[in-house]
């Protein structure tokens, strides 16, 4: 058995490749194929912290937001992250849970909302440099 706990990062484009569609049910599959290799990790004794990034995700909550703005008051930024944290650490949380069932190893599985606080009079302010990006 390992000592520690190991951190997987994973950026925004590992739930929705750069080259694919967006669709929940290719969200679900290329997340199912990392869950697979995480469960791998935690068969062997590890225990494991998932961060994750948001940008394309957290983007087309913020177009959605855009195309209905008429009809229903669009929500901030940080609800929008929010909104992109929980839906993708259910997805994780979920799929990484019955990948370790499917294998016999009973695990709690956790999904976390998190915040930073930030100083807004960072220079990084000045000129951003990490856009979201939003499908098309």
């Known amino acids: 058995m390992a ?3 190991d951190v ?3 950026g925004g484009n590992a739930i929705i490749p750069a080259d694919g569609d967006g669709t929940i049910e290719e969200q679900r599959q ?3 194929e990392t869950m697979g290799q995480v469960a791998d990790l935690v068969s062997t004794g590890r225990k494991i912290i998932i961060t994750h ?3 394309p995700i957290v983007g087309n909550i913020l177009e959605r937001n855009e195309a209905v ?5 669009p929500m901030p930024l940080d ?4 909104d992109s944290q929980g839906g993708i650490g259910y ?3 979920q799929i990484l849970k019955n990948e370790l069932a499917a294998r016999g190893i009973d695990r709690q599985v956790v ?4 915040q930073v606080v930030v100083d807004e009079h960072d220079d990084a302010f000045q000129k951003p440099t990490k856009p979201i990006l939003r499908r098309r």
Not at 79 to 82: E, F, M, Q, S
């Open 3 to 5: 000592n520690g706990i």
């Open 8 to 10: 997987v990062a994973l």
């Open 30 to 32: 290329v997340t199912a």
């Open 53 to 55: 990034g948001n940008g």
């Open 69 to 73: 703005k008429d009809r229903i008051p």
């Open 79 to 82: 609800i929008c992250g929010a």
């Open 91 to 93: 997805m994780i949380q």
């Open 111 to 114: 999904a976390l909302v998190s």
